[in-house]
């Protein structure tokens, strides 16, 4: 079935009017007359309808659906942004694994260099790579995508967390699957998060300011690129959350 992302008030009409992007979307499409449609808005909300090829519109196909999240837990992905494509694919897998807020960091190291007046555009961009994912993998919550922050500002939303760093130290920390199982079995709707560096890696005294609030753990005996550890840092905290 088909999916377009729509506001809540859209899905409680029966005849929604669609954004310009989403009926776009519809034309490109090209639908068959009476083939389902799904509308949904990102926040739990979903609704069926048939498109009707006389009109080019939709009509109701059954009432409103309210999803409940999988877990009462949140997972957050800090990550210091990374070039290009890499980014947009940290954002597209980031979303089908189920991230609850993906909070985009500049660091001393980070390749990448986002002037302020460029951060709003930077992040409407961000949002459309995130409901395109949402769209195609049947996800019906969207992350939420923070204003980009510099890493002292980080440190701040970090706090509020129980969070988890890839940190490669002597002698190495715990591994990831180990830290989130013991973190679960005390605190078992915490609200979680991972926090993965740039392409150089954190300065010594961006490290040392996160191991005093985030807990340091290994990913494994390889070295992993910064968004694979992003992608294999959610993969293990959704995996141990889906078994709590």
């Not at 929604?16 to 739990?44: M, Q």
């Not at 002597?170 to 973190?183: Q, Y």
Request: hydrophobic share 40%; net charge neutral.
């Amino acid at each position: 079935m088909h999916r377009l992302i729509a506001e809540t008030e859209t899905l409680k009409s029966d005849s929604p009017l669609l954004s310009r992007e989403a009926a776009n979307h519809l034309k490109v499409l090209r639908p068959k007359n009476g083939e389902e449609i799904e509308l949904f808005d990102g926040r739990g909300l979903t609704r069926v309808y048939r498109y009707n090829s006389a009109s080019r519109g939709l009509k109701a196909a059954g009432d409103l659906e309210r999803h409940a999240k999988v877990s009462s837990s949140s997972v957050t992905l800090f990550a210091c942004v990374t070039k290009g494509s890499r980014w947009d694919w940290t954002l597209e897998k980031a979303t089908e694994l189920g991230a609850d807020r993906i909070v985009p960091v500049i660091s001393a190291r980070t390749v990448v260099r986002v002037d302020a007046a460029e951060r709003p555009a930077k992040r409407e961009r961000w949002m459309r790579i995130v409901e395109e994912a949402a769209r195609q993998s049947d996800a019906v919550f969207l992350p939420e995508i923070a204003d980009i922050v510099d890493f002292k500002e980080s440190l701040g939303l970090v706090e509020k967390t129980n969070c988890f760093i890839g940190a490669l130290m002597t002698p190495p920390p715990k591994h990831l699957l180990e830290e989130i199982t013991s973190a679960m079995a005390k605190s078992p709707n915490g609200d979680y998060a991972v926090y993965i560096g740039p392409e150089g890696d954190f300065t010594p005294e961006e490290l040392s300011s996160l191991l005093k609030i985030a807990r340091p753990v290994s990913f494994g005996s390889q070295i992993l690129r910064a968004e694979t550890a992003a992608i294999f840092a959610l993969s293990v905290i959704r995996a141990a959350l889906s078994d709590s």
